[in-house]
């Protein structure tokens, strides 16, 4: 089987168990006394967010790998994870203001998190168009290597701005040194969606940079 | 004990465009592949 049809069999497969993820969430986890039924927009919201950071963290290793050992897999990966992780960044950003609106009464807040979350989105955009821009592809990909590793600098900011300022998104409820402050059918289903959005992550990833190498072969690059 | 609030229409909402994002991107590589 190629790498293409591995990606998206992987793709399908994680499509098929986001409507699970779907179903127990709405089905059958409990509703949040204080929040209400918005409160379930976090088992999409956090796994795409965790993965959006972590795409760009995987660009920025990928991209300073790059710089050093001139290997074209790991250019091709890291902008095959520049896409993907522009794609859970957009997902971040919409699913995000549509919970703040009912619970904060407002979409959006210009606060250290909100902030640096579209600044992550805007660097994403910037990578891509960067790549399309320069003509001579080793070149484009070492200056998109530079913005790839101005990127994953950003990662642990955006994580711990909510530590460093004030601001109005709530602090982690899983990924914090205690222990999760969620009940465990919560924990259940978000673990279950953590789980379906790394999967999603693979399948893309995998058909993108398949993708690369086939454009490549046409155009003798 | 205060009222669950009513904002199910949010929940919706995210749920339905996460669903369009995800969909429309797997179609898009889907299509890119396919002019290949």
Partial sequence: MSLLHRGRWITLLGLALLAGVYVRALAFTPVERLQGPAQKIYYLHVPAAIWAETAMVLVGLGSIFYLF????????????????????????????????????????????????????FFLYIGYLLLRGAVRDPALGARYAAVLGICGMCLVPFIHLSVYLFRTLHPQPIILKPSAPSLPGS?????????????LLYVGFVTQRYALSLLWEERNGA | MPEV??????????????????????????????KG
């Fill in chain 1, 186 to 198: 919560m924990l259940a289903t978000w673990l279950f969606s953590l789980g379906v959005f790394t």
């Fill in chain 2, 5 to 34: 609030p009513q904002n199910a229409g949010y929940l919706v909402a995210a749920y339905v465009v996460t669903a369009v994002i995800l969909l429309g991107y797997t179609f898009s590589l889907y299509r890119r592949s396919s």
């Fill in chain 1, 69 to 120: 050992l001139k290997d074209r897999r790991l250019d091709r990966f890291a902008a095959a994870s520049a896409e993907v992780g522009t794609v859970f960044a957009a997902i971040v950003l919409t699913t995000g203001p549509i919970w703040g609106k009912p619970i904060w009464g407002t979409w959006w807040t210009w606060d250290a998190r909100l902030t640096s979350t579209l600044l992550l």
